[in-house]
């Protein structure tokens, strides 16, 4: 395998919003004296490629390569391809697309102004029979392809009438093409992925379409990510326009919960524009997706809109099931469902935040989701790529972006403890739930290397206070913090010197735990001297959040904890029984609740009906979870408040639920202390109201089944697991 560093590209000039710049088209001739017995091909194209070999498409997926700052990690793809070879003639051909090389789009987090940004070019090696037979060179031919611009943010512009056809077979004549020229190698160190790609999964019909203003809106039965397949009998030159929403409005859609704030749309986000060349036809975008319900198609004539004319094809990385849970609560079961949904909607290569107006590795919400994501998913690999670009990505003070991949935003602002805590998160339960310590051992130097730099941030009451807070309170927008900062950042470290000192254990590190366990101590005795009196939360700090977050992470001593544990119920009597947390809070709260024998009531503050609860979501359509808990107005999905819009309708850092219902529901705890792979409890908590319960989740080549009934004669409980696996029952 050659990891060639010989890049080409079609021209220096990149495509923006002003000047567009198509896609290019590159392909080479060679031949071969005879059918080789083995073949490789290695190729890096950045941002994003498709790969054709003697005119049969071989790429691994969409969206190739793995999404990364090319000057921090360099993605090849291997492609063994002898059986696609022949003796004498044969052809290779590329189309490449911006990616993250070259995304206008993403000038909120300045990815406009990376070191790294440079039209679409790429790397690539082809050995035969052990030798390489060749690189990428200025021998490559190259030319405009129809996708006259493409940003991954944005959205895909397709001109068929530009459509060369045959361009990427062998009887070709490219003569009049013009020769690449040579690129800038990128810094990043050379890797192929261990995780899968990104693929096409299922495809979904439109549940309606409809007249509505100037063009027609196509609903889809539920709101996720991929891409449309448009398919049209066109006249030539007509100019189709799709947008894609999670909001339909009388007149077609509204986007602006999926625009960034102040900055502009440039009349380019989360549309695809399509020029028809005469007849039937179809299209898929290439270098782009969107995360969307809706989509309003704008050119078509009223006879050109048939159900046929749009299909979604739902994409996302191949993650497996690995989980499910079901019980006889159908709300449950339907957020079950919502977050598995939003889970994928949102794992591109890596966890992102939203599938439309960021498409962010943001650190935080793969912090909150680790747990569920490898409860219902074979996260693991996944979980180790991503993991060595936020390695890559982490400065020599220790410190590290609140995003990854980055082009050096999210230092100065949108990091801090509840973000940076997702090295050990993800390290801490990717071992948890596959007993593998390789997740261990890549990660260990960075968390150590994090939480000495932690140290230097204490501030003068000994505590921590420099991060994004309990983000997105029910009944406020994002920053909208109700609880302390110095609370939720300390005890997030205070949980994160925890966990590093069982990895440390478990890796035989003593003097690291040693050193976390001292921190861990210091942060702690200096939390309760400040906000700890009489066995609970200091009054003018006291919040859910506030007080389930010190039980969860042992703030309290045991005998102050009848007493910390009253003073959240009366929180949450002052709110009528309803949540008032944020999703740092909500990570704990519903736990804590069961934890000390209020199983109603937790379930209670995630079923009940009225606002705010997950339920409040469901009784307005959703079908994925939303960013925020915003009081709506009767019959709408807007805020009642003058002004105001509602946010993503698709964010997976709601999701801690799905961890609690495998966990305390269905009563799965899988090496509940990370003393031993091979035990694991089953509790289960026969909650009033539900009736049975069946979970799974498959673990150690085998799989864990749980399954509850209440019957006349009391509750039945059924269990199965690997023969190598220790069952200790807890019910």
């Known amino acids: ?25 590159l392909r080479k001739k060679f031949a071969l004296a005879e059918k080789p017995a083995q073949a490789e091909i290695t190729i890096c194209g950045l941002g994003f490629y498709r790969l054709w070999l003697n005119g049969k498409e071989i790429t691994k997926g969409m969206l190739a390569s793995y999404i990364s700052n090319p000057d921090d990690v360099l993605y090849y793809d291997l492609y063994a391809v002898s059986d696609l070879l022949q003796q004498g003639e044969n052809i290779i051909a590329v189309l490449l697309g911006n990616g993250f090389l070259n995304d206008p789009a993403g000038d909120v987090w300045d990815f406009d102004k990376a070191a790294f940004r440079d039209a679409p070019k790429m790397a690539l090696a082809v050995e035969v029979d052990g030798a390489t037979l060749f690189e990428a060179d200025e021998s490559f ?21 530009k459509e060369i056809f045959g361009w990427n077979t062998l009887a070709f004549d490219d003569s009049a093409w013009d020769n690449a020229i040579i690129a800038k190698t990128p810094a990043g160190t050379p890797r192929v992925p261990v995780c899968p790609p990104i693929r096409a999964i299922r495809e979904i019909c439109p549940s309606a379409f409809e007249k509505r203003g100037d063009g027609w809106l196509y609903a889809f039965p539920e709101n996720n990510a991929g891409v449309c ?3 049209i009998d066109g006249k ?10 999670e909001l339909a409005t009388k007149d077609g859609v509204n986007i602006k919960n999926i625009i960034n704030g102040n900055y502009p749309d440039h009349g380019y986000l989360h549309r695809d524009f399509y020029t028809c060349k005469a007849g039937k036809q179809s299209y898929t975008p290439s270098f782009t997706y969107h995360g969307f319900q809706y989509v309003f198609v704008e050119g078509i004539e009223d006879g050109q809109a048939t159900e046929n004319l749009l299909t979604y094809i739902v994409v996302h990385t191949d993650l ?21 949904r939003s889970d ?7 966890p992102t935040d939203c599938p439309h107006r960021e498409k962010n590795g943001w650190t935080g919400d793969a912090a909150l989701s680790a747990e569920q994501f490898m409860l219902n998913f074979h996260a693991e690999k996944s979980f180790r790529e991503w993991l060595y670009n936020v390695r890559a990505s982490q400065i020599e003070s220790g410190a590290l972006s609140g995003i990854v991949p980055t082009a050096g935003w999210g230092f100065a602002w949108g990091n801090g403890p509840a973000w940076d805590t997702v090295v050990t998160q993800l390290s801490y339960y990717g071992y948890k739930y596959t007993a593998d310590k390789t997740i261990l051992t890549e990660n260990f130097d960075c968390i150590v290397a994090y939480l000495r730099y932690a140290k230097t941030r204490l501030n003068e009451n000994g505590l921590l206070a420099y991060g994004l807070g309990d983000w997105c309170p029910a009944g406020g927008y994002n920053n909208d913090v109700f609880t302390s900062l110095e609370i939720t950042d300390t005890l997030t470290i205070i949980d994160t010197c925890y966990k590093a000192g069982v990895i440390a254990e478990i890796l035989g590190k003593t003097e690291e735990k040693a050193e976390f366990d001292a921190f861990y101590a ?3 005795k200096n939390f309760r001297e400040k906000f700890v009196e009489n066995g609970e939360i200091k009054r003018e700090f006291a919040t859910q959040s506030a007080v389930s977050m010190a039980l969860y992470y042992k703030a309290f001593e045991k005998e102050e904890t009848e007493r910390a544990v009253g003073q959240l119920l009366a929180l949450i009597a002052a709110k009528n029984d309803y949540f008032d947390v944020g999703v740092l809070g909500a990570r704990t709260l519903f736990r804590v609740l069961s934890d000390y024998g209020y199983d109603e009531l937790a379930l209670k503050l995630i079923v009940q009906k009225g606002f705010p609860s997950y339920r409040y979501h469901l009784d307005r359509g959703a079908t994925t979870l939303w960013e925020n808990f915003i009081d709506l107005a009767d019959g709408e999905i807007k805020p009642k408040a003058e002004g105001r819009e509602v946010d993503s309708l698709n964010h997976h850092f709601w999701g801690d639920i799905s961890a609690w219902f495998y966990k305390y529901i269905a009563g799965i705890r899988i090496n509940p202390a990370l003393k031993d792979p091979f035990t694991v409890e089953i509790a289960p908590h026969f909650i009033e109201g539900i009736t049975h319960c069946r979970a799974e989740r498959e673990y150690l080549g085998g799989k864990i089944t749980v399954e509850w009934e209440r019957k006349p004669d009391g509750v039945h409980v059924e269990v199965s697991a690997p023969a190598q696996v220790k069952i200790v029952k807890k019910w």
């Not at 030159?237 to 929403?245: A, D, V, W």
């Not at 497996?320 to 598995?340: D, M, P, W």
Request: glycine share 4%; with cysteine.
């Open 522 to 524: 210091l942060l702690r």
């Open 344 to 350: 994928l909607a949102n794992f591109y290569d890596f």
């Open 320 to 340: 497996k099931s690995a989980g499910s849970f079901a019980c006889s609560n159908e709300i449950v079961n339907k957020l079950q469902e919502n977050t598995r």
């Open 1 to 25: 395998m050659r990891f060639s560093k010989k890049f080409i590209q079609r021209t220096a000039t990149y495509n923006t919003f002003d000047c567009h710049v198509p896609a290019p088209y």
């Open 236 to 245: 030539e030159g007509q100019k189709i326009k799709l947008t894609f929403s």
């Open 141 to 161: 031919k190259t030319s405009p392809s129809p996708i006259v611009f493409d940003d991954y943010r944005a959205g895909e512009h397709y001109d068929a009438t």
């Open 229 to 231: 397949r448009l398919e």
